[in-house]
């Protein structure tokens, strides 16, 4: 198996919380992975950009033009980085309203926020239903729902009972 993703937002969206979540998920199946990110002024709300390369690779940075999915968790943030997507790559995004038509890719849209602000998911949990949305929509999603729910429960339990159903409200919500 290999396979490249690239996971996007800005401070505090969870992206690094998601990055442990695969690499997790890696550790257990016994695949090699190797991550990095990106988080200079994450703390007020700047961009944050984390990779996670699942499989045989020596560099942990994804490489233009080379990640199987990009998971944005802020539509802009999601935008400025489409230059590592592959041609055909899967792009799952946080958005609601206008959002550009993405040629050449894969494109799933859910509106994470709008459904937080309905009170209809957790908006600490916003990034766990949009892994959810990419479990249910990319067919070569390297993890099983099981496999990502372990890992959720074992690397924050106190939090496993909001982010449990909340995963699943992604998984079911296309």
């Known amino acids: 198996m290999r396979y490249q993703i690239v996971l996007t937002g800005v401070g505090g969206q969870g992206t690094i919380f998601l990055v442990k979540v695969l690499s997790l998920c890696a550790l257990k199946k016994g695949v090699d992975f190797i991550g990095t990110e990106t988080h200079g002024m994450a703390q007020k709300g700047g961009t944050v950009i984390s990779y996670i390369k699942i499989g045989n690779f020596r560099?942990?940075?994804?490489?233009?033009?080379?990640?199987?999915?990009?998971?944005?968790?802020?539509?802009?943030?999601?935008?400025?980085?489409l230059y590592y997507l592959k041609p055909d790559g899967y792009?799952?995004?946080?958005?609601?309203?206008?959002?550009?038509?993405?040629?050449?890719?894969?494109?799933?849209?859910?509106?994470?926020?709008?459904?937080?602000?309905?009170?209809?998911?957790?908006?600490?949990?916003?990034?766990?239903?949009m892994l959810g949305v990419a479990l249910k929509t990319v067919p070569d999603?390297?993890?099983?729902?099981?496999?990502?729910?372990?890992?959720i429960t074992e690397i924050n339990p106190k939090f496993a009972d909001v982010n449990l159903p909340v995963l699943e409200k992604g998984y079911t919500f296309i």
């Open 59 to 81: 560099a942990p940075l994804v490489g233009e033009g080379q990640a199987d999915l990009l998971l944005g968790l802020y539509p802009t943030e999601t935008l400025r980085f």
């Open 91 to 129: 792009v799952v995004t946080n958005t609601e309203g206008d959002f550009p038509e993405l040629p050449g890719f894969n494109v799933v849209k859910a509106p994470a926020f709008q459904l937080a602000v309905e009170g209809k998911i957790n908006p600490k949990s916003l990034n766990v239903f």
């Open 141 to 151: 999603f390297p993890f099983t729902k099981e496999e990502i729910k372990e890992a």
